[in-house]
């Protein structure tokens, strides 16, 4: 059973940093793509970063290009989003999740997402 545990969110102030980690169980997590997505409330889920099974590919939304960065350590089963620059935009539920293939280019390919952990950005 393929289980994701985000932690990191919380409150920040615009401008601020957080870092989001994700720890994955129940699949051999170093074969498989990683991604974050994110959905604010009244609004549709939306990719924000895919990394593919190794780290040397990544894949970013155009509104968190140069802010975001995601990463993964394979030793550990965990993904992270570190993310600068933070904007009242931003806020969101932000949900890790983890995918059949090896490489993801987009928001397609995903097939089980974490419980999500909330991210809030005051003006």
């Known amino acids: 059973q393929v289980q994701l545990v985000e932690s990191g969110g919380g409150l920040v102030q615009a401008g601020g940093s957080l870092r989001l980690s994700c720890a994955a169980s129940?699949?051999?997590?170093?074969?498989?793509?990683m991604g974050w997505f994110r959905q604010a409330a009244g609004k549709e889920r939306e990719f924000v970063a895919g990394?593919?099974?190794?780290?040397?590919?990544?894949y970013y939304a155009d509104s968190v290009k140069g802010r975001f960065t995601i990463s993964r350590d394979n030793a550990k089963s965990t993904v992270y989003l570190q993310m600068n620059s933070l904007k009242p935009d931003d806020t969101a539920v932000y949900y890790c999740?983890?995918?059949?293939?090896?490489?993801?280019?987009?928001?397609?390919?995903?097939?089980?997402w974490g419980q999500g952990t909330q991210v809030t950005v005051s003006s």
């Open positions: 999740a983890t995918s059949p293939y090896n490489t993801v280019v987009g928001a397609v390919g995903y097939d089980y």
């Open positions: 129940g699949r051999t997590f170093s074969n498989y793509a």
């Open positions: 990394i593919n099974w190794s780290g040397g590919r990544t």
